[in-house]
C-alpha cells in the first residue's frame, strides 16, 4: 500500500502564492506518473497539472502553476502563483505507479486533499 500525505494548503488573498506538497510513502514502489486534481464546491474534480516524462497543465492555471517531482524523495509539488479567487478548492494528490512484488501490479492511490481558499 502506498500512502499519499499533502499539506501546504491554507488561505491566501488574491495575486498571492502557495506551494503544496505530497509525500509518497509506503512498501517498496517506484513513482510513474503523478498528478494534482481539484475540486470545489459543488463542481466534478478536475484535473489541474500532471508531470510523468513532461509535464501537462489544465488551460485555467497555464503559466500560473508549475507542477515539479522529487523521485529522491518520492515527493510531488504544485508551485501555485497570481492565485484568483476561483483557483479555491480542495487539492488532491494523486499518484500511478508500481510494485515490484511477486510478479509485480500497478496501483493508483490518492491523498487526502488540502484545502485552498483565495479570498478577493
Known amino acids: 500500500q502506498v500512502n499519499l500525505v499533502e499539506s501546504g494548503g491554507g488561505l491566501v488573498r488574491a495575486g498571492g502564492s502557495l506551494k503544496l506538497s505530497c509525500v509518497a510513502s509506503?512498501?517498496?514502489?517506484?513513482?510513474?506518473?503523478m498528478a494534482w486534481y481539484r475540486q470545489a464546491p459543488g463542481k466534478q474534480r478536475e484535473l489541474v497539472a500532471t508531470?510523468?516524462?513532461?509535464?501537462d497543465y489544465a488551460d485555467s492555471v497555464k503559466g500560473r502553476f508549475t507542477i515539479s517531482r522529487d523521485d529522491a524523495k518520492n515527493t510531488v509539488y504544485l508551485q501555485m502563483n497570481s492565485l484568483k479567487p476561483e483557483d479555491t478548492a480542495v487539492y488532491y494528490c494523486?499518484?500511478?505507479?508500481?510494485?515490484?512484488?511477486?510478479?509485480?501490479?500497478?496501483?493508483?492511490?490518492w491523498g487526502q486533499g488540502t484545502q485552498v481558499t483565495v479570498s478577493p
Open positions: 494523486y499518484v500511478h505507479g508500481f510494485v515490484p512484488k511477486g510478479l509485480g501490479y500497478d496501483f493508483e492511490s
Open positions: 508531470i510523468t516524462g513532461g509535464t
Open positions: 509506503g512498501d517498496t514502489f517506484m513513482l510513474n506518473t
